[in-house]
């Protein structure tokens, strides 16, 4: 537990009115957008505006052996967020300053509370643009998506946030400002810093300030709608398209389960008697080329049996991507608990999942709604329960670890873009041998000995081997 | 120094005829591709055939202490392979086979020891490239190159070897086998293990397998040639190019001393008057897109004064592209001793790098050819001179150190592609700070306590802080 003086000193730091102790504020912040965890109180809330700031506050919690949680939006799905330990949640929504927009040099400099949409509007009348695109787009911190190396819709084709990284100012749990990396577009100094910090949830360092390269968007795109009769025709279609070397901007997958429940929230004129649709959109510099990967996609979805729809105007584009935003707060509102996972398997496999997720909800009698990146093999199978019900959570509790397991023996990863956090901790020694976990531990101990960053996450507390 | 018992245990686990301890291979060893630094001598050079082969030769080497250094081709350029601590050169020439080309996944997985042309040769069956292209693509090895993050002429569209890696096996300085990654293109799964082990040196851990990340080549191409009268003007070409959103698949440049020097020694026809060229080319994926873009390059050079050729013809493009190959052979003919180096500033500063290293080579009486991909902002900087010069020597060192320390004034880096390795290790400490330096060395004694991996290369000896 907290005591007075270090409330006191935190004060001292960034002022009383950023310093949250009341009981409302210690609930808003004891969880996170994730379904089916615990969730625990902090001690203090503290809202810094500055580098220095954090770093003091880090001071702080090093001497006196507080945990400290750097938070951004809280929307991160593997409760990587929730401060399990109690101790200090740094709250990033102060520290929202663009600093910088360099269009010599493609790059913007942020602080880390800086929101994602903010971070493209700011960028847009240079003609430019951030690709990574989580769901949360509008909602989610920078600091945020870099610590949990987010992918979102435009992955596929554009990347993911770990190839936008140039440089960061991160501090360290010792109170150190290391600052790396910068506008050079190439740099091999030192270890990649920059690539360790990128995805690491938090646990090696705070990350205040982030360097990012920015591309210039495409100028001709084309949107399109494919339907299929049985699920392992779009996943074979994904395969084909794949391996017809067409690499569209976006290939999106969505289930009988999703669409039923995304039409009948959002009304945007889904086939609801379709068993998977996949949503695709092509992209280039230009009209021939957008024209050309779209008719060559469209033979590969006719030769599996789908049947496509060409959106006809920006409004009917706009309508594709609506419908596949929706998908997650459609499901969301059909029960009390969302719980959204996120498999992912090498891209050839799509169909073999897919197909084994099904058997999955209807062995364990569960509902199931997948939806996902399929291009990128990413899929977020998405059970609808109800966690009051303890005897259908221990379904899906084990439908869960089967998904999992299924996803490994297919060659695939626990996560393609949510993390580890706290969520999927029990499946970390499935993917990673013993020598993984006892890797992470050491870059963990290496970096942050006395464990107060975001501790218990990501990495086993104790060593495994 | 090694005794008889370890060299017979070598024999023992690789063979009698993989374990080398002449004279003539010691002294073949004990050096690399790297211009004035000391040679060493090793104690031994083993071939091992297998990860398991690696393993038994790390664990000889961790029980006795013996420094290990895994060589691909020898082709680097920091003094990365030199074994400065004497031991076991480990060569990975025998381990050099193509274990999978996927063609769905549009992966490869080899061994270390390939070199990247084979791969390349491997996968153009199958209508497949894999882009990082190192001037040494014909002799550098997988191993090597993903050691060093090489980065090549394709960078500036395609990116560097980090953008390829998926996945990897690596032997641990532990013995352990360890393997991560793997065909998923989106992986969140553990801190980024595929990119702390690219880049790393050999320091690390000993990189036995890599699966990489293969791209649908370019349909259409359009190389030209530019020449310019000011250096400034090509420099600032550079900067419009890119501040234009056009990014070239290659924008290189040559000064006028390299220019002179090429057309010596290759004849190709460059305009030896020039003061400075840039070798440009754009591709896609239609031939209008191409024509566009070719057009609107055409615009920058014409607006910064710059007169433009464009290749008529294949033979014409391959003689632009020879020609750039040919800059440091060209220019390592013309004296005993060729300096090479790496200086990377961000893009809008090349026309001050330019300038300010032909100053240098005025104030320090030294011929210097630069050259390099200035679409990166990657300089090559090259010094004609004769290391049995001392006093000329003398000279040469000081104008290294003043181009670094240009280089990190105009925000740039220290290698933007040829790695610290052993070369650059006194500048190491003005890029990073105490901060990166210690967290350097945490790295390092997290994941090698014994520092038996290529030891006193990238990471200082000693705790800085």
Redesign the interface.
Known sequence: MMNDTVIAQLKDIVGEANVLTDKADLVTYSYDATADLPSRMPDVIVLPATTAEVRHIVLIAKKNKLAVYPRGAGTNLSGGTIPLQRGIVLSFQRMDRILEV??????ATVQAGVVIQALNDAVAPY??MYPPDPGTVTTATMGGSVA??A?GLR??KY??T??YVLGMEVV?A?G?????????????????????F???EGT?GIITQITVKL??PPQYRKAMLATFQRLEDAGNTV?GI??A?I?PATLEIMDRVTIQTVENYAKVGLPTDAEALLLIEVD??????VD??AEAVLKVIVEHGGKVRLAQSEVERDRIWTARRAALPALAQVSPTTILEDA?????RIADMLVAVQDIARRYRLRIGTFG?AG???LHPTILTDVRNAEEMERVHRAVDEIFATALRL??????????GLA?MKY?GD??????L???R??K???DPDSILNPAK?VPLKRSL
Chains 1, 2 share one sequence.
């Open positions: 360099d269009p010599e040099n493609l790059t003609g430019l949990e190396c992918g992955g596929l990347g993911v770990k190839h360290l010792s150190e400002v290391f600052r790396f990396g910068g506008k050079t577009v190439k740099n091999v100094t030192a270890y990649d810093f920059a690539s360790l990128v995805g690491s090696l591309v210039p395969t794949i391996k070397h690499i280039g510099g230009s009209q021939d080329l050309a990967e992912t398997v090498p891209r050839n990146h990128d093999g990413n060659g695939g990863t626990l996560s393609g873009e949510h993390g580890i999927k970390l993917e990673l041998n013993g020598s993984g006892n890797l992470m050491c870059l101990d290496a970096l990501m």
